[in-house]
Each structure stands twice: as structure tokens, then as C-alpha cells.
């Protein structure tokens, strides 16, 4: 499944041939656990929503603050950049899968409309705007983990640099001298 997930974040329309070469077994190997490619998507599609799952109870547990939580999302879902795009790049390919669901956080605008009523994030923006910036700053890392040879710690310290950069209080409103 591993090698599932490496290659279909790259190109879901990859072959399973080429799944079986990068998992280093034969075609009738990964046929015999997975007889058609629908039930590798379906394990891998589970996988993923398990890893993503469980990101986020830890960060329910293990965060003070809704930035101390948002940073720890973002820095542990770099981590796993595959998983969040094989899951998000194109969800429309999940439609009709009994295994996926709405891919809209409430939970996220939620933690978001948190952290600026506690005055981390401006609360002048939009909620909805912060989670676009968030989720596009999650995109960016996630993408460039795959494919840059930088440490996935430096990626996730510039997608936080940036996003807080962006979204943090005590920046001046457009049309404001600096």
C-alpha cells in the first residue's frame, strides 16, 4: 500500500504494473491481495483518511492553544505530504467511493475563528479566508516535500514562517503606510 500511496500522489493513473515495480513485487503478487484496482484505491484511500485522522486527534491532545494547533497540523500533515496529496489534490476522484466523505472542515473554521478570537490570527480576515490560506500553505509543503531534497522540518518551518507571516496580528490593513 505504501508503494500505492507514493506512486498514485504523484499520478493516479498509474498502472498497477507500476505500483508492483516500486513495491519490488510481481503484477500477480499485488493481484493476489488486491485483485482489482479498486480495492488497492479503496486500502489506500482508507489508509490515508486513518493517518489524517489520527494527525488530528493527536493535535486535539497534544496542543494549549488553536495556533499551537494549527501550527501542529500543518508541521505533522508535511510529514505525511503524500497522504495529503493523494487525498486532496483532485477529492473528485473519490466521488461515489462509500469511503469518502465531504472534504469541508468545519473543525478547521472552527480552530481558525478560535485562534483569532485569542488574537493570533487577524480576526479582521475572513475565517474562510484563513483556511484557504491554510490549506494552500499545506498544498505548497506538501508538494514540495515530494519532490524537493529539502529536510520535511525546513519545509514545515517555511509553510509555518509564511502562513503566520500572512495571517498573524500586528501587520498593517491594506492601504496602511507601513
Not at 501542529?72 to 497522504?83: K, M, N, Q, T
Not at 483532485?90 to 468545519?106: C, E, I, L, V
Amino acid at each position: 500500500m505504501s508503494a500505492a500511496l507514493t506512486v498514485w500522489a504523484r499520478d493516479f493513473t498509474a498502472a498497477l504494473s507500476d505500483i508492483a515495480e516500486r513495491a519490488k513485487v510481481s503484477r500477480s503478487t499485488l493481484h493476489r491481495y488486491f485483485p482489482e484496482r479498486q480495492d488497492l484505491v479503496d486500502a489506500v484511500l482508507l489508509d490515508a483518511l486513518q493517518t489524517i485522522d489520527t494527525i488530528a486527534r493527536a493535535a486535539n491532545d497534544g496542543t494549549r492553544s488553536p495556533l499551537d494547533h494549527l501550527i501542529y497540523l500543518l508541521r505533522s500533515f508535511v510529514e505525511v505530504a503524500d497522504h495529503v496529496v493523494f487525498l486532496f489534490t483532485d477529492p473528485g476522484r473519490f466521488t461515489g467511493n462509500p469511503h469518502w466523505g465531504d472534504t469541508s472542515d468545519a473543525s478547521l473554521r472552527a480552530l481558525i475563528a478560535a485562534a483569532q478570537a485569542d488574537g493570533a490570527l487577524d480576526p479582521d480576515l475572513p475565517t474562510e479566508w484563513v483556511e484557504g490560506i491554510f490549506n494552500a500553505h499545506l498544498y505548497v509543503a506538501a508538494t514540495t516535500a515530494q519532490q524537493a531534497n529539502v529536510p520535511k522540518h525546513v519545509i514545515a518551518d517555511n509553510a509555518i514562517r509564511t502562513f503566520l507571516g500572512g495571517v498573524a496580528t500586528g501587520r498593517p490593513a491594506a492601504g496602511e503606510a507601513r
